[in-house]
């Protein structure tokens, strides 16, 4: 705490972490770390892969390559503090990293999801419009829509953390969790926070929603028009759109259970927000990977250019 005038603000944050047990932190620590250490060489191997094979230059593994480089990314903002935090008597962040973690989870969160919105129009050219696909998607208009996405994640975080910016903290500093989150963090300012509440569920909360309703109205509206390709396109686009619906509730599902409610404590909160921040991002590329004949292909001729396979 820090002194100013007649008032205290608050200059650090004490995370109470995913559990208070002992036991269950080296269980859970040493589930995380070899998780962490297997699947995120991963994410980089599918970026290399797509990067290096000149046959894997469509945008759908543009956009598979971006998935990965922003869940890996994604990934470090929680689990390295969190791992290093279950070994630490008093696990303390600072008001400025505090803001900052909470800056890049919503960036690149929301930079997520857009780029999963934009992998659905993909999808929806490839097959409804075949003929225009070329034209529609071509890689002028794949880097506009990553520029968007970006430029959509960023204005997002910024909306967030300018209402937190202008919250007073002044007496409470416990985070019941192990990172910093808007849930969490807005509950402690020394203020009535029903509209920026209010606010952040309609930032957050309701965009997250719309998102997600979206993408299953687009692919409802893909799958209907599937049925009538042949047995070939029909199978590889069937397959397609099943992974790409598989990472939209992977995704969309913890994220509306956190933002479109009130922000009150609930039980299931700290293992929702433990896979939404680190096990499901990086899982997204991997689960794509597994079912995509081609980057399964190029990945071990890659691997057995290097000797690795």
Not at 14 to 20: A, F, K, R
Not at 87 to 102: A, D, G, P, R, W
Request: charged share 10%; net charge neutral.
């Amino acid at each position: 705490m820090m002194e100013s005038g007649n008032s205290t603000v608050v200059t650090e944050f004490i995370l109470l972490g995913l559990t208070q047990s002992q036991d269950a932190q080296i269980v859970v620590f040493v589930l995380v770390s070899i998780f962490y250490l297997i699947i995120l060489p991963g994410n980089f191997l599918i970026i290399l892969t797509i990067k290096s094979d000149p046959g894997l230059a469509a945008p759908l593994y543009f956009f598979l390559g971006n998935l990965a480089f922003l869940d890996a990314s994604y990934s470090f903002i929680v689990a390295p503090r969190m791992l290093v935090d279950f070994f630490s008597e008093k696990k303390v962040i600072s008001y400025s990293c505090c803001i900052t973690q909470l800056f890049f989870l919503h960036f690149l969160g929301i930079g997520e999801m857009f780029l999963l919105v934009v992998m659905a129009f993909d999808r929806y050219i490839a097959i409804c419009p075949p003929l225009y696909y070329t034209i529609v998607m071509s890689p002028r208009v794949c880097y506009a829509l990553l520029l968007a996405l970006w430029l959509g994640g960023f204005a997002h975080s910024i909306v967030q953390v300018t209402l937190i910016l202008n919250l007073p903290f002044c007496g409470p500093n416990q985070l019941n969790n192990f990172c910093c989150d808007v849930p969490q963090v807005i509950k402690l300012a020394c203020t009535d926070t029903f509209v920026v509440e209010l606010l952040m569920v309609s930032n957050s909360g309701l965009l997250t929603l719309l998102c997600f309703l979206g993408l299953l109205a687009s692919y409802a509206v893909i799958l209907c028009r599937v049925k009538g390709h042949s047995s070939e396109g029909k199978s590889k686009a069937m397959s397609t759109c099943i992974t790409h619906i598989i990472i939209v509730f992977l995704m969309f599902g913890p994220a509306i259970f956190m933002y479109t409610r009130p922000f009150r404590a609930f039980p299931a909160d700290k293992v929702v927000s433990l896979f939404h921040t680190v096990i499901f991002p990086l899982l997204n590329p991997v689960i794509y990977t597994l079912r995509n004949q081609e980057v399964k292909a190029s990945m071990i001729k890659l691997l057995s250019q290097h000797r690795v396979f």
